[in-house]
């Protein structure tokens, strides 16, 4: 029953992401401003559910007896709960932030999600500035009758 419970979590959790990248993409800014508070606040959230998306992920495979991240020399300290969820939302928001500090290190299956993780944090920006210019550009140019030109 628990890991059927972990699974449902993880399936959640890609969904998640999944609809959060969805948002992004269809959300636009108004024609006469580049960018808007709107779309800044659309892409903070998309981040934070993207974090906690990928943590969800990683606690669940830990529980699961799948060992992903590896604290220092050992595995993760899991004297509690807390202290798990603590070191996986951290790792998750380095990985998705930066390239990652060194402190904790991912293995096994665990190197594959932190670089697609790695990759979604970088395309989010980059995402983030070309649907504001290209949806400027397209409010800028004057429409042409197809068969003019």
Request: hydrophobic fraction near 50%.
């Amino acid at each position: 029953m628990q890991s059927l419970f972990i699974l449902g979590a993880i399936m959640i959790s890609i969904i998640g992401v999944g609809m959060s990248l969805y948002v992004l993409i269809i959300n636009q800014t108004s024609p006469n401003r580049r960018i808007s508070i709107r779309h800044f606040i659309v892409l903070l959230f998309v981040y934070l559910n993207v974090m906690v998306g990928f943590g969800v992920l990683y606690i669940s495979l830990q529980l699961l007896g799948i060992p992903v991240l590896k604290e220092s020399s050992e595995g993760l300290q899991s004297d509690s709960l807390l202290h798990l969820i603590e070191d996986v939302l951290y790792f998750s928001a380095v990985t998705l932030l930066t390239v990652g500090y060194g402190d904790i290190i991912p293995q096994g299956v665990g190197r594959w999600i932190a670089v697609i993780q790695a990759l979604i944090g970088y395309l989010l920006p980059a995402a983030f500035v070309v649907t504001t210019f290209i949806r400027h550009d397209e409010e800028v140019r004057p429409k042409r009758h197809p068969y003019r030109l």
